[in-house]
């Protein structure tokens, strides 16, 4: 069968392969074989398969992190599943191959569906619902702040947000983003800029602001946090800038903010099955209704593997590999 490997790190469009790699075999007690349909490249790919990200696999190593397929064949035992099912892939399972077998309990069958859509469920909905749900305790009504709001995490963000009951001040970085943010359901989108803080106080009434999330870095950081309320919290989970964090020392010491950051793998590994399922229980339903989207700008086969890196370099939309099975 087919899949994607590199056997060094380096740039993505120079390291990668399309090869003939052994078939996965029949599923043990407890497995099922999943034929991939749609997985899709995200910018942390390409830091991986570079060698510039903070999980780096043991080489030769198939790429891709997050997909979605259907069940093929079901292991002995395995009753949260059948053949048939549309499934995601677990998450830093290598997902750029034709099938593979897992043992993970907490899969369900996918609702009806854009399979693409399903295919970017892994990462960027659970990162925006954990930092909306496990960081701080945010009662109905409260305002949630974040920047790169028009970013894969940005979208879900909004998204989860109102399916949460809390209202959303959205910051980016283009005058011609806002329309697409507020269309979304972002209550407040706002240019980023040094006068930030004025021009969130006077869109929420000056209502407090306890959780930031920051996506961006730089001087973004240093915006949001003179944002936050007393005691707030700024999470970082992604540098998008790729410059350092530039946070004012007095938001520590004087108004007692705190920084922390957010990996959802760290998450993963620690999370119980049940924990996942009801996590997964509240994001289906909203990427099955279109309430979470993201724009696809192209799909690719394996056998294209350089016009697919070539076109995800760019900006407009995800790009996803979707094999013949």
Known sequence: MKAIQIETFGRPAEVLK????????APAAGEVVIALEASPINQYDLL?????YGYRPKLPAIMGTEGAGRVVAVGAG??????GDRTLVPFLTPTWAQRFKTDAPWLRPLPPGDINQ???????PPTAYLLLTDIVKLPRGSWVIQNGANSGVGRATVAIAKSLGLKTVNVVRREEVVPEIKALGGD????????????VAAETGGAPITLAL????DTSSTNLMT???????LVSYGGMSRKPMIVPPGSLIFKKQTVRGF???????SAKADEITVMFDHLAPLIAAGTISTPVAATYGFEQVREAIAKATQSGGKVLFTPKT
Not at 18 to 25: C, Q, R
Not at 118 to 124: C, E, H, L, Q, R
Not at 263 to 269: A, D, G, K, S
């Open 118 to 124: 399903f295919a970017m469920m892994g990462v960027n």
């Open 227 to 233: 944002c936050l309320s007393e005691s707030g919290v």
């Open 188 to 199: 407040v989108v706002l240019v980023d800029g040094p006068d930030l803080a004025k021009s």
């Open 78 to 83: 395995v009753k949260h599943l059948k053949e």
């Open 263 to 269: 990996w959802l793998l760290y998450w993963y590994q």
């Open 18 to 25: 399309t090869v003939d790699i052994p078939e996965v075999g």
């Open 214 to 217: 920051d996506g961006v870095a």
């Open 48 to 52: 991986m398969i570079a060698g510039g």
